[in-house]
């Protein structure tokens, strides 16, 4: 089995009970199944959950190379240049990020409110991106775009792969059947 759920900001990925906040165990009813992979408590959209141990491995281990397509709202309002070593990989300290795809985009359709809303700053454009990685390391994306000089303010992860958040509202998943 396969759930595609889109994570709604605040979540914690996991099934037992959270001190703060609420968790997997909230919004899925569906038992033994793990995540494939993680996201973020403050980032928000597809997390996939399977039964099926080699397709969980299979899409959460690096040695795959699954896309991931993140949409990315960031303070400030970068031009292409200013984009541009993100293309070639950004030294993070702890790692040297493999070259990503970006690209600046209209707001996503159908973009659903965060609750609570982003931080908003009047004299500060927000500008939204396109980002596509085949790696996936500790809060990589938001890392990126700050050592570019512009800090994310809202992470939604689109797309893991072939699988997206296309018609799945925040707070809900749909159950598909295992490919293995």
Not at 70 to 85: K, M, T
Not at 90 to 96: A, K, N, R, T
Not at 144 to 153: C, E, H, S, Y
Request: hydrophobic share 35%; net charge positive.
């Amino acid at each position: 089995m396969l759930i595609l759920f889109n994570k709604p900001f605040n979540v914690v990925c996991q099934f037992s009970a959270h001190e703060k906040h609420p968790t997997l165990k909230n919004f899925i009813d569906v038992p033994n199944v793990y995540a494939a992979g993680r996201l973020d408590t403050d980032s928000e959209g597809l997390l996939i959950l399977t039964d099926d141990g080699a397709l969980q491995h299979r899409l959460s281990h690096p040695k795959h190379k699954e896309i991931k397509i993140y949409w990315v709202q960031v303070e400030g309002n970068p031009s292409d240049s200013d984009l541009e070593p993100l293309l070639t990989g950004v030294s993070l300290g702890d790692f040297v990020t493999q070259p990503a795809q970006v690209r600046i985009i209209n707001a996503p359709k159908n973009l659903w409110p965060r609750i609570p809303p982003i931080r908003e700053r009047k004299a500060i454009p927000t500008t939204w991106l396109e980002i596509k990685i085949e790696e996936g390391k500790n809060r990589q994306v938001r890392r990126m775009t700050a050592k570019v000089g512009f800090p994310t303010l809202r992470l939604i992860r689109y797309a893991i792969g072939s699988y997206s958040i296309d018609d799945i509202a925040v707070g809900e998943y749909q159950k598909l059947k295992s490919e293995t």
